[in-house]
RNA sequence: GGGCCCGUAGCUUAGCCAGGUGGAGCGCUCGGCUGAUAACCGAGAGGUCUUGCGUUCAAAUCGCAACGGGCCCA
C-alpha cells in the first residue's frame, strides 16, 4: 500500500536512502544486473588524496555520476572504478610540514623507509575521507575495490609501460635544461610551475669587447645570478645594431646594442649624450668578450665568449640577450647547436657548487645583490633596477624555481606528435573545440617529457644501469625483477625497497644497480585506463575492455591528464586510450573569480549539503550552464533549484493521502489507462511526460546534462505542478469511485512514476524514495532500486503534439483572462457571466473548442464564447474619431455639424457601413472611410487583455447566481480555513454554523446550502441572519464588508 | 606575448552554429489563492545584448579590434 509523506526533508531522505543502498548493497547489485549487456568502459580521473574535496571536484563526479546512472538505466554493462592519485611531490610536502623538515637531509636523517610510510599513510587515510565526502553526494562509483596508484599491481603498469618505450627508442636519459625546486630538490613539470608576479632586479650590464679599448656590448637581465654561467651573447641576425659613442660625466665609452632600443638604453645608463659611430646588421656581430665575472670565477676564463645569432631575440630591452646554457632553455637549445659548454655552476640545493669560484655556497637567489655589486665595482653594471613580472614558482612549496641543466630521463613524445595528433582527430570531444582546437594546440606546441624526478614518494623508475659499461635495463614487472635479481621476498614495490636490489648485467656480468629517481606522478594516472584493469597482471580484461569509452575532466586535464594518458598510451598500444572525452568548466565564485583559499571565497560541498542537500547540488550543478562553461556558484540559484525540488516533493506527497483513503491500488495500471475516461487533460499530461523523455534522450545523446536537466525542472513546474495539478485537484476529492476521479489517479500515477526514471540518473536520492513509496509499495516484485530500472523509452501512443499545442493555447487565455480580472480587481473565487476569446487563427478555435471545460473552470467562468478570426465582438461599442484633416475640406462650414451628428451615432453602425461600403450617409452628408478612424469601446464591466494569439474579454458583470456563488465560495473558503486551524482530517465531518448579518446576503448563500455543506463536508449546517453560533471555534469574519460569524465543531 | 572559452535585466541565464520586433528564473513592487499551506499562483517595473569598427536591406547572432573574466602555455 502507498503510504503518505511528510515534508521534504532533503538531508534526512538523503540519509535513509544512503542506507537503503548500503542495505541491499545497490550499487553491485546494478552493475551485476547489467553484466551481459553492451560494455561501458568508463576510468575515473583519479583525485589527489590531498585534503577535502572541493566544488569543482563535486561537479566532476556528479557529472561522471549522472552519466553511468544513465548508462546504465540503458542496459550498459558499466565498469567504472573509482581511481585515487596518491603519490607525488604534493603529499611529500604535506608530511614534511607534519614532521616540520625543511630540506631533503631531514628525510634521509629521518629514513627514507619510515618517511615513505608517513606518505602512504597519509594517503589511504585521505582516500578515506574523500570516499565518505563522494558518497555523500550520491556518487556511484566502485568505491569498494578502487584503482589506487600506490598499489603494486598499479606500479607494474607503469613500469610495464616504461619498458615499452625503452624498446621503442622513446626513453632517453640526457641533459636538460629543467624547472628545478631548490627547496624540494628535484626537477618538476612544466604542468607543475604556477606562475605568480613578483618583483625582480632588471640589470643592464655592460660586456668588455676583446681587442677594442673601452668598448662594451650591453645585455639586459633579470636573474643576475645567472652571469657567473654566462657563455654567450645572442643577437637577432636581422635586427640593425648600433656602436654608440656615450657620454657621462665627461667619461667616454662605446656600447652595442640594438637600434630601435638605443634611446631607452642610453635613458638607464644616464648618458648626457651620444653618437651613432656604426651601424651592423646583427649577423654581421661577429665580436668575442669578456667574462664578465671572470675575476671572481676562475672557470669563466677556461671559456671562449662570443656573440651567437638566434630567433627568438625580441626587440626588447637592449636587444643582446645574455645566455647561460645552463640556466635556460633557449639558452640550452643555443649552447647545443653551437657546441658550447653547458656551465651550470649551481648545486640541486639552490646553491653555487665548486665550480662558481668564489660564488661557492651561495644561495642563487641572495647571490643577486653581490654580484650587483661586484659588477658595479668593476665598472661593467650599465643600470640596476627592479621590475615586477610574472614568474614560476614550485606549484606545492610556492618556492620560485630555477631553470638548471641537469641529467633527467625522457620520453621522446615529439617523435609521436604527429600520430598523437591523428589520434586526437579520432576522439569524440565534447565540446568539439576541446579536442580540435586546445587539445590539439597543446600538443603541437608540447616538448619531450621529462618523468623523472630526485624524490622518494613515487612510483621508482624501473631502470638498473651497470655501474661499469653503462649498460641500461628496464624491468616491466615485479616477476621480471625477482627473476633478474634473485630476491625471492619483494613485498614492497616503492623506495627505498627497490633501491637495494641489483641485478647482473648481461654484458659485462658487472653489477647494475637502479637509478635513484621516482616517476613524475603525471606518469602515474597515465596509465589509468589499463592499471585500472590490472594490465600487464591480468592480460585478460584488457582485451576486452580497452580502449575507454569515455573520460570527463575539467579544461585544466588538457594539458594534463588528457595528455598525459595520450602520451603514454601511444607509448605503449600507438593509438588513444579513450574514445570520447567530456572537456567540463571550473567552479568560481559569484564575481566569476576562482575559488581560493586565499581569496577566502571557497564554498565547500559540505556546506551546500548541510543547507539544502545534495539532491539540490546535483541538479544545480548540472543545470546551471553548460559543462563546458565555468559555473559561477550562486546561492540564490541553489535555492532556486531546491525550491523546485520541494514542488516536485509535494506534488508527489499531495494525492497520496486521497488515493490512500481510497484504496487506490494501481496494480493494472497500463490497462486502466487504456479502459478509462481521460480527460484531454490527462492525455496532454501524459503526452507531455512523453515528450520529455525524448528531449532528455536527445541532450544526452550529446552529454548535454544542462538540456537534459532543465527541461525536467520546467516540467514540473509549469506542466505539472502549475497545471496539471491545478486542474485535478476538484476531481481528487469527489467521494464515490468515480471513473473520471480514477482517471486523474490512474494518470497521475504514471506521470509521477515514469518521472521518477526520467530524473533518476539526476536526482538518484529523491527518485529513489518516490519510487519506494509508488512502486515498490505497490508491486512487490518490481526491481528494489529505480537505479535498477530500465530506461523507459517515450510511449508514442501518449504523445499528441497537436493537443499540446491548444493546451498552450489555453494556458495563455487563461493567463490573459486572469491579468483581466485584476484590472476590475475580480478574485477568482468569484465567477464571471462569460469569456469571449478574439482568436488571431484556427488553432485558437480548436483549441477553445476542444478544451472548453478546463478553460471554463480555470477562468471560472460561466460561458465561453469564441468568435471567428478577425471577428469584433458585438457588445463592443465603437468610438467614431473624426479625422479633421479630411472632414474640413470636405464640407467646409457644416464640417462641425458632420462632427456633433458623428459623435451621437451608432458607433457600431458607421463602422459597419465603411467595411462594407466604404461610406456612411449622415444627415449632414456622407461620410467615407478617409474621415474617420475607429477605435473599441469596451462597457464598462468587461475587462480585456490580450495573448499571443488574441485578445480575451471579461465579462464580469454581476447577476444573482453570481453573487450568490461568490459569497457561498466566501464562505467556504472561511470554514476551510477554520477547519485547518483545528487540524481536522480531510476526511472528518463537522457542524457548522454561519450568522450573516445582511438579510439578501443571507439569502444569497443559503441557496447554495446544500453545495456548502458538500465542499466543507458539514453533516448540518445552519445559515441565516440570525443563527446560533457556536461549536469548538468560532471566529468573525468581514466579507466583502459583509460582517459574518462561523462557527464549527466535531 | 600566444591558444581556447566566456561577457545578454540588480543576480543566474536562453537565444548565437543556420542574421529578420531579445525569452526565462531569482530578487523587487503590486495583487491573488488558502483541502500542496513554514507551500502555491498572477501581473508590473527592469535590457546602450561589454565597447568600437566592418559585412548586410537587416547584427545579440557573422568578421575584425579593444576591454574584462576563466583555463592553459610563453
Known sequence: MLKEAGQYDAKLLEQNIHKFWDEIDAYSQVREQRTKGPKFFFVDGPPYTTGRIHLGTAWNKIIKDSILRYKSMNGFHVLDRAG?????????????????????????????????????????????????????????????????????????????????????????????????????????????????????????????????????????????????????????????????????????????????????????????????IETILGEDLKIAYKAPLGHKVPKQNEFPHNVYMADFVTAENTGCVHIAPGHGIDDFELGMKHKLPIFCPVGPDGKYTEEAGQYKGMNVKEANKTIIDDLTENGLLLASGKISHRYGNCWRCKTPIIYLATEQWFLRVTDIKEKMLDEINKVKWYPDWAGSARFADWVRGSRDWCISR???????????????????????????????????????????????????????????????????????????????????????????????????????????WFYSQMGASMVSFGKAPYKSVLMHGFTLDTEGKKMSKSLGNVVSPDEVISKVGAESLRLYVLSQNAPWDDLKFSWDEVGTVHRMLNILWNVYRFPLPYMILDNFNPVDSDEKLASLPLRLEDRWILSRVNSLIKKVETAMSEYNLHKATRPISEFILEDL??????????????EANDPDKLAAYYTLYEVLVTLTKVMAPFAPHLTEEMYGNLVRNIHPDAPQSVHMCNWQPAKEKFIDVELEKRMDVIREIVEASSNARQKLKRKLRWPVKRIVVAPKNEIVIEAVLSLESVLKEQTNAKEIVSLKTGETWDQLGVEVLPNHAALGPAFKKDAGKVIAQLKSADGRAIKKSILETGSFELKAGVITADMVTFKDLIPPAIASAIFSAGDVYVDTELTREIESEGYSREVIRRIQDMRKELDLAVEEEIRAAVEIKDDRVAVLVLEMKDFIAGEVRAKSLMIGPEVEVDGELVKDWDVEDVKMRMGIGR
Not at 91 to 100: N, R, S, Y
Not at 172 to 182: D, H, I, M, S
Not at 721 to 734: A, F
Open 454 to 560: 630526485q624524490r622518494y614518494w613515487g612510483i621508482p623508475i624501473p631502470v638498473w644501469v651497470c655501474d661499469f659499461c653503462g649498460e641500461i635495463e628496464v624491468m616491466g614487472t615485479m616477476e621480471e625483477l625477482k627473476n633478474r635479481s634473485a630476491v625471492k621476498d619483494l613485498s614492497d614495490l616503492h623506495r627505498p625497497y627497490v633501491d637495494n636490489i641489483h641485478i647482473k648485467c648481461r654484458k659485462c656480468e658487472n653489477r647494475m644497480s637502479r637509478v635513484p629517481d621516482v616517476f613524475d606522478v603525471w606518469f602515474d594516472s597515465a596509465v589509468a585506463s589499463w592499471a585500472t584493469l590490472n594490465f600487464p597482471r591480468d592480460e585478460k580484461t584488457i582485451k576486452e575492455w580497452w580502449p575507454a569509452d569515455f573520460i570527463t575532466e575539467g579544461h585544466d586535464q588538457t594539458r594534463g
Open 84 to 276: 585515487w592519485d596518491m603519490h607525488g611531490l604534493p603529499i611529500e610536502v604535506k608530511v614534511e610540514g607534519v614532521l616540520g623538515f625543511k630540506s631533503k637531509k631531514d628525510i634521509e636523517k629521518y629514513g627514507v623507509g619510515n618517511f615513505v610510510a608517513k606518505c602512504k599513510e597519509f594517503a589511504l587515510s585521505h582516500r578515506d575521507e574523500m570516499t565518505l565526502q563522494f558518497q555523500n553526494l550520491g556518487v556511484w562509483l566502485n568505491w569498494k575495490d578502487p584503482y589506487m596508484t600506490l598499489r603494486d599491481e598499479y606500479i607494474e603498469a607503469a613500469w610495464w609501460t616504461l619498458k615499452k618505450a625503452h624498446e621503442k627508442k622513446l626513453l632517453e636519459k640526457g641533459l636538460r635544461v629543467v624547472n628545478w625546486c631548490p627547496r624540494c630538490e628535484t626537477a618538476i613539470a612544466d604542468s607543475e610551475v604556477e606562475y605568480s608576479e613578483v618583483s625582480d632586479p632588471s640589470v643592464y650590464i655592460k660586456f668588455p669587447i676583446v681587442g677594442e679599448e673601452n668598448t662594451y656590448i650591453v645585455i639586459w637581465t633579470t636573474t643576475p645570478w645567472t652571469i657567473p654561467a654566462n657563455i654567450a651573447v645572442a643577437v637577432h641576425p636581422s635586427f640593425e645594431y648600433v656602436k654608440v659613442r656615450a657620454v657621462k660625466n665627461g667619461k667616454e665609452e662605446f656600447l652595442i646594442m640594438a637600434h630601435e632600443l638605443l634611446k631607452n638604453v642610453l635613458k638607464q645608463g644616464r648618458y648626457q649624450e651620444h653618437e651613432v
Open 721 to 734: 505542478s502549475r497545471w496539471y495539478i491545478q486542474l485535478i485537484r476538484p476531481r481528487t476529492w469527489r
